[in-house]
């Protein structure tokens, strides 16, 4: 399920986000390989998810780690480099 929108989705249309603990930091990271270990949230690769996933704190509540802060131009461009480098998704301009 996309934690922006809350549609079921194929697990090949969606992004997998993982954290990394850095210095007892929590940092969202986005998990191209899906081999991060430990929780991870999915969704779809559109800038709309990300903010409403970023609006409703999907990310924090998702993935278990309070402290977590997302900016969501930051996952919005991450996102956006992998959708760009995969080349079938996302291309919805
Ligand atoms: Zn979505």
Redesign the pocket.
């Known amino acids: 399920m996309?934690v922006?929108?809350r549609?079921r989705?194929e697990a090949a249309d969606l992004v997998r986000v993982a954290v990394r603990q850095d210095d007892n930091t929590p940092q969202l990271v986005v998990d191209v390989a899906r081999t991060v270990p430990g929780r991870g949230a999915w969704?779809?690769p559109?800038r709309?998810?990300v903010t409403a996933a970023v609006r409703r704190k999907a990310f924090p509540s998702a993935l278990r780690a309070p402290g977590l802060t997302v900016d969501p131009d930051d996952l919005a461009e991450a996102i956006g480099e992998i959708t760009e480098e995969d080349g079938r998704s996302g291309r919805n301009r």
């Open positions: 996309c922006g929108c549609k989705a969704l779809h559109r709309d998810c």
